[in-house]
């Protein structure tokens, strides 16, 4: 029996809905769904690239809908009920190209047509993908901690969280939220920092990068998927907004290096060739015991191993497409 599969039996069968499954961690949060026993749906745009999902595409059920103006009487007369809906979808990760009209639309009004569809349906869990971007800067981080984004797409996913927190208190409607911090792994876009940073050396060619100064907590994304199955799977959490984070503050230099050690590569790192961002997050880490207490869910993959996986996979898949900046 697949891994998943042995730790999230409560999930075989169950009806589930997902939306940015095109993207870098719904992509593998669909196909761990699959492993589940799960019957997926996913709401697509027809724009989407779907490289990430055509092995599995097959195994889905799929509805064409974009959530920056799909409305709750369109989602209601197209789509199937299902028994949990799970939410990542979102727009304005990519943070060098922000549009805070299409961030907003995409991740507030669009989040609120997903809460009247849930309530619609009375599933029995709505998993909403919040962000490390709600805090602002800090280290180790508790869920309690005071909201201070310092961008649009954070400004959006704290609005989208508010929003989540009235619909379960106004109607019930079970909502657990998760914040990743930085994700990281097999199928990520290339334009990211650890793709980009593999896929340059492989190539033979050294890499102009910020001085790297800045901290970020690094989680490999098959713990970020096991995250979100515990959300679904856990009784007695409604309500509760969850880390997923390692709790370790890592310099983007320092993973830098060890990518490079890993791969013994001649390209070298050009630290300081590239200026930061106006915008740019220096400390970022999270607190992880309340996910250990409550969902028993703890990272369990080291950096190391974790770059070490990832290395391996884009040696074997330099030739495939990157990701848009909107996973849907």
Known sequence: MNSWAQNNQP???????VTGAAGFIGSQ???ALLACGCRVSVLLRRSSDCWRLRDILPQLKIHYGDLSSLSFEEARAGLSSSDMIFHLAAAGIDAGKPDAEAILKTNVLGTLTLLKLARHWNVERFINCGSCSEYGKGHFLAEDAPLAPICEYGVSKVSAGVLAKVFQQRYGVPVVSLRPFTAYGPFEARHRLIPHVILSALEGRDIELTAGEQTRDFVFVEDVVEAFLKAAAVPGIAGETFNV???RATPVREAVVAILSLMQTPAKPLFGATPYRE???WESSGDPRKAEARLNWKAGVSLTEGLRKT??????NRDRAGATAYAG
């Open 11 to 17: 999930l075989s069968g169950k009806r589930v809905f």
């Open 29 to 31: 949060l669909a196909r």
């Open 311 to 316: 290395i391996r996979w884009f040696q074997e």
């Open 245 to 247: 984070a390692t709790g």
């Open 279 to 281: 915008s740019e997050l």
